[in-house]
């Protein structure tokens, strides 16, 4: 069996001056945009790049390639840091990110831009798990529930801006501006990461699980294009979609056999030993479930039954995005004066049910003003589950397997994203069609026969007869897809209730004055400013 002892020294004394804590959050909170703005400002820069490019039969690869990629690339970094070293990890997945961007606003045709958005989420995959796995180096669990409401803003700022910003830059500077944006603010975070960040440099003596690493790298990419192309490119009863979950869950089940063998394993499988490991990574799937299924269909239901422009798609979006931004603020101070935790994974888990449960009665008669109520109940759970399951996720393991434990974390909620989308989707598409034919008739089946999600300008076309029967349709569409949604978040409620409360790591003062929790010889430094 290969050495996998890995030898680590530290580069300077442990310096905790708050502003340069800041200054590095600052850098890794623009890292962090970069990863959540680009699929939103790239998904609004479509059409017009359609319509340079050409290829409209490969637009949905623009995406899907960079969600591949990322999904695949995820874990694997998460690994490379604990084996070599965060920050020199970091900063190659930040330059391979950049190189992606930068190639694709130069692509010269849709093939070129398919593969550079690879590149890109090759990098990507790396930033989040990054800027998480450095956080849970840098800053004790128990200070770091003050820096959740800076993770949970960006989140909200990219959902609600990206859109926005996306057709602003396409309009006035052209759509490859979309992927150059991304080379002053990433340059940025190099400059400050390279320049006041200082870890313990590690040194590696085992080799990589090459084997392990293949093995989950097709599993997830037959996984996500399982949920990708199910119902869509493909029926769900296809040989393609029944071969590629064959293939998904083969590997899968070959990756998981291998773990226990392997010398150095991608992921370790002792992690799970862990209770609170285990609940947060399922919560962490239900929460991403549940969130990205209902950015999915919230717009769609308030453009086609309430009239809403989609121009301003994102704003559609505030009450649930500032709801949880405040709740995940005020839940992260809680945890850092008081040490407590399990509450909010119950209440978020109750919250989020109900508030889901209320999404589910809106008809074409909901007034803005009581959706948006319905949207803010449901911020106001997720924003108590987001940011506290990486916490507990990360409380949960030793230092050393830091890295593995945020990169297994973001991908369970990637994943349940990528389920999310396609189960409620599929569900959704469903009772539109359904209603359609039975309300409009050879005309509703017409309508929805390429597709059950009709943009602005279609249904301003349809006769009022099918556009009345199309609003009834979604209406009934979301009903279901949120019931769904309510009935699977039962399952993070149960699991919250089986949390075990765990001191957090620097948790406070003992009694006799010195520091609690776990503790950790080396710990990383940050350079004065």
Known sequence: MADTRTVETDTGTPDTDQKSVRVVMLALMVTMMLAMLDNMIVGTAMPTIVGELGGLEHLSWVVTAYTLATAASTPIWGKLGDMYGRKGVFLGSIVIFLLGS?????????GQLIAFRAVQGLGAGGLMVGVM?????????????????????????????GPLVGGTITDHWGWRWAFYINLPLGVVALGLITVVLHLPKKRSQARIDYLGAALLTVGITAIVLVTTWGGTEYAWSSARIMELA????????????????????????????????????????IAGFVMFGAT??????????????????????????????????????????????????????????????LLSTMGTGTSRFTSGIFMAVLGLGMGCLMQITMLV?????????????????????????????????????????????????????????????VDAAGLARLPAAAREAYQYAVSDGTH????????VSVIALVAAVFVKEVPLRGAGPKEDGTTGGATTPKVPTVEAV
């Open 102 to 110: 930068a190639a694709s606003g130069m692509a010269q045709d849709m």
């Open 480 to 487: 279901a897809a949120f019931v769904l949604g309510a009935a």
């Open 393 to 453: 996720a990360q409380n949960s393991v030793e230092m050393k397997d830091m890295g593995v434990a945020s990169s297994s974390t973001t991908l369970f909620r990637t994943l349940g994203s990528s389920f999310g989308v396609a189960i409620m989707g599929a569900l959704f598409n469903s009772r539109v069609e359904d209603v359609m034919a039975e309300r409009a008739g050879a005309l509703g089946s017409k309508v929805t026969e390429q597709s059950a999600q």
């Open 246 to 285: 064959g293939i998904g869950v083969a590997a899968l089940v070959g990756f998981v056999f291998w773990q226990t063998r392997a010398a150095e394993p991608i992921v370790p499988l002792h992690i799970f030993r862990s209770r609170n490991f285990t609940l947060m990574s399922l919560i962490g799937f």
């Open 296 to 357: 999915l269909f919230l717009p769609l239901y308030q453009q086609s039954v309430q009239g809403a422009s989609a121009t301003n798609s994102g704003l559609l979006l505030l009450p649930m995005l500032g709801a949880m931004l405040v709740t995940s603020m005020v839940a992260g101070r809680i945890t850092t004066s008081s040490g407590r935790y399990k509450v909010f994974p119950i209440v978020g888990g109750v919250l989020m049910t109900v508030g889901l449960y």
């Open 133 to 161: 796995a450095i956080i849970g180096d840098l800053v004790p669990p128990r200070e770091r529930g003050r820096y959740q409401g800076m993770m949970a803003g960006v989140m909200a700022i990219a959902m609600i801006g």
